[in-house]
């Protein structure tokens, strides 16, 4: 009978106590125990959930940045699509930032190479004069897709000197590109922004 019982007390468990020792008298010393295992158990219990929930906030707040990323992309070449172009326009346009130059750009016979070689090929056009542009605009540049062959390059405190040298630039390289025997030719103009409307 009395093994049963040791068998039952012998189970695993977990219990957890508090530990208090009093000194006595002539150096003994008393301890105290308080069982504590259900705090422990509410406490570990809580921990969890602010874990689980702290997790879940923060993969929803990653999941919202890219969502909110992408919705400023173009899909294909990775620069700023219509909307940011728009953000970033209302954001440069004031006196602080002028003068402000708009670059336009057009490739050249995307339809054509869309038609005659497949999608491919004119996705691979624009890819390679995205990089141009990435490679030869200022690193502050807003660089926008707006459409299917369209770009935007917007400059803040760019005079027409300046967007001049960037223009002559571009040129240097337009028509001098391959992309898979096609060549990646495109045509460029700009304004400048000097003072409120």
């Known amino acids: 009978d ?7 007390f012998l189970k695993p468990f977990k219990r957890w106590f508090r530990i208090k020792k009093v000194q006595g008298e002539k150096n003994y010393w008393t301890i105290f125990l308080t069982d504590i295992s259900d705090e422990v158990v509410k406490i570990n219990q809580l921990e969890a959930e602010l874990q689980y929930f702290s997790k ?10 890219e969502l909110r990323v992408l919705s400023y992309r173009d899909a294909l070449t990775g620069l700023g699509n219509r909307r940011y172009y728009d953000k970033e326009l209302r ?32 996705d691979a ?14 690193d502050d540049a807003c660089i926008a897709r707006v459409g299917g062959d369209e770009f935007l390059i917007l400059l ?11 223009i ?3 040129n240097n390289l337009n028509s001098k590109q391959k992309v898979n025997q096609l060549v990646l030719s495109y045509a460029l103009g700009f304004s400048v922004k000097t003072h409120a409307t």
């Open 2 to 8: 009395s093994d049963k019982q040791k068998t039952v």
């Open 56 to 65: 879940s906030a923060e993969t929803r707040q990653k999941k919202e940045e």
């Open 91 to 122: 954001k440069l346009d004031r006196e602080s930032y002028y003068p402000i130059t708009l670059i336009m750009a057009d490739v050249n016979g995307l339809k054509l190479a869309n038609d005659g070689f497949g999608h491919e090929a004119g």
């Open 125 to 138: 056009l624009l890819l390679k004069f995205a990089a141009v542009l990435k490679a030869e605009c200022p």
């Open 156 to 166: 803040s405190k760019t005079d027409g000197k300046k967007a001049k040298i960037l």
């Open 168 to 170: 002559d630039r571009l």
